[in-house]
């Protein structure tokens, strides 16, 4: 006799499944891989198949071996944390690197809490902070695109972010930077000069989170509020001081904004319910990101500022509810 499954109203059904939601994000993040091993080659598409492979190995045997409750593996899920992590990673990441980040990733992150669903923090973000933590030197080894296309007049391996930090702490002003660096607004909106495969092409990131839009896979109103609150700050800074402050279209283009906003803020599990509550969230995100790029020891700031709003998403949770089944 087959199992009867009985469960409290209301019952819910809709054509999108946990796989398929990922399918689709796998999907949105493929013109920024594409980009990305255009421009790093075949060391990029090393540091992505690690990634891939020990994510999805790993929530594989934690799950089967470890928890003992096979049900538990999600394929598709650990596929995109895998991307997620390569596309934070530089070219230049060893193997056994990737491959730890990836069992910080799963192991710690992601099923120490009970699996998908369960994790309070982003498990890729948390495996980049805490690979930025230990290795420092190999996380910031940020080499030219030299892959499959690449720029024989590019003149600096940093990113643009990190040059300005030591360019501002020498006394030179961020116009003196961006000339003598060869950084213009084409420069940051097509390809990022140094950087990790989340930071090559901001054209390439956006037509993906296009593409989960159309497919109503994410909401907008978490990307756009991080966006707003970044662009709002660098507005105000900017016209105080242009000369130390950089202004709206650099903060919003450079760095991991543009993934982190797009496709890592927006995790269903780590992000608010309601849509209240993530603009909130993502308010939270934009001001720590502009304050650690303004006044902070680091250049950038987008991963420790998704972190430190994932411990905030419970309490928002409490004070932005739901609409409730059957209420207005």
């Known amino acids: 006799m087959d199992k009867v499954l009985i469960s409290p109203s209301p019952h819910v059904h809709a054509k999108a499944s946990t796989n398929s939601i990922m399918m689709d994000v796998v999907i949105a993040l493929m013109p920024a891989i594409v980009v990305s091993i255009l421009f790093y080659g075949w060391a990029e598409i090393l540091v992505l198949a690690v990634a891939a492979v020990s994510c999805v190995g790993l929530e594989y045997l934690i799950a089967r071996f470890l928890m003992k409750r096979p049900e538990l593996f999600s394929g598709s899920s650990a596929l ?5 992590l390569a596309m934070n990673l530089p070219s230049t990441s060893p193997w056994w690197m990737v491959a730890l980040g990836a069992l910080v990733a799963i192991g710690i992150a992601k099923m120490s809490f009970g699996g998908l669903g369960q994790n ?42 990190g040059l300005l930090k030591e360019g501002l702490k020498s006394g030179e002003s961020i116009q003196q930077i961006l000339s003598t660096n ?26 993906g989170f296009g593409y989960l839009l159309v497919r109503k896979v994410v909401k907008p109103w978490i990307t756009l509020s991080i966006l707003l609150t970044i662009a709002a700050i660098a507005a105000v800074f900017h016209g105080i001081d242009p000369a130390h402050f950089t202004g709206v279209n650099f903060n919003l283009v450079t760095g991991g904004v543009l993934l982190g906003a797009c496709f890592m803020a927006t995790d269903y599990v780590t992000s608010p319910m309601s849509n209240w509550g993530g603009v909130i969230y993502g308010i939270g995100i934009g001001v720590i990101v502009m304050m650690i790029r303004y006044f902070g020891s680091y250049p950038e700031g987008m991963s420790f500022a998704i972190l430190i709003m994932n411990c905030f998403v419970p309490l928002i949770n409490r004070a932005f509810h739901q609409k409730k089944y059957g209420r207005a």
């Not at 995109?80 to 997620?84: E, R």
């Open 80 to 84: 995109v944390t895998g991307l997620l």
């Open 120 to 161: 309070l923090f982003n498990p890729a973000i948390t495996a980049r902070v805490f690979l930025l933590i230990s290795f420092p030197v190999q996380m910031t080894n940020w080499t030219l695109p030299n892959g499959f296309i690449s720029y024989p007049d590019a003149v600096s391996g940093a990113t643009p972010l």
């Open 182 to 207: 060869g950084f213009d607004s084409m420069t940051t909106v097509i390809r990022d000069i140094g950087g990790s495969a989340g930071e090559i092409s901001a054209l390439a990131l956006l037509l």
